[in-house]
Nanobody
Framework: QVQLVESGGGLVQPGGSLRLSCAAS????????MAWFRQTPGKEREFVAR????????AYADSVKGRFTISRDNGKNTVYLQMNSLKPEDTAVYYC?????????WGQGTQVTVSS
């Protein structure tokens, strides 16, 4: 089993920045990819960004490309999402996801609200 704990959400003004963190514990050796998704009420959970843990390979949704950066610290089993130039449409609950060989895991989510 893998446990994921997100932190770093909050209220920020448009144009501001936030950094989300996702700390993994448990059978972390089985994880090969970590990602961030987000969800707003009444909508499907959508992909935001992902990173391979064995390389620097990353991928982003078009809506966040150039504004968000995903990174990792393998020594701390932690993945980060640096979010810059935030827009009101970035408001959502952000979820961390870990893909292992036979399972996928989700964190509990952290609320990000972009509003003036």
């Amino acid at each position: 089993q893998v446990q994921l704990v997100e932190s770093g959400g909050g209220l920020v003004q448009p144009g501001g920045s936030l950094r989300l963190s996702c700390a993994a514990s448990g059978r972390t050796v089985s994880i090969y990819t970590m990602a961030w998704f987000r969800q707003t009420p009444g909508k499907e959970r959508e992909f935001v960004a992902r990173i391979r843990l064995s390389s620097t390979n990353t991928a982003y949704a078009d809506s966040v490309k150039g504004r968000f950066t995903i990174s990792r610290d393998n020594g701390k089993n932690t993945v980060y999402l640096q979010m810059n130039s935030l827009k009101p449409e970035d408001t959502a609950v952000y979820y961390c996801n870990a893909a292992a060989i036979t399972s996928a895991y989700w964190g509990q989510g952290t609320q990000v609200t972009v509003s003036s």
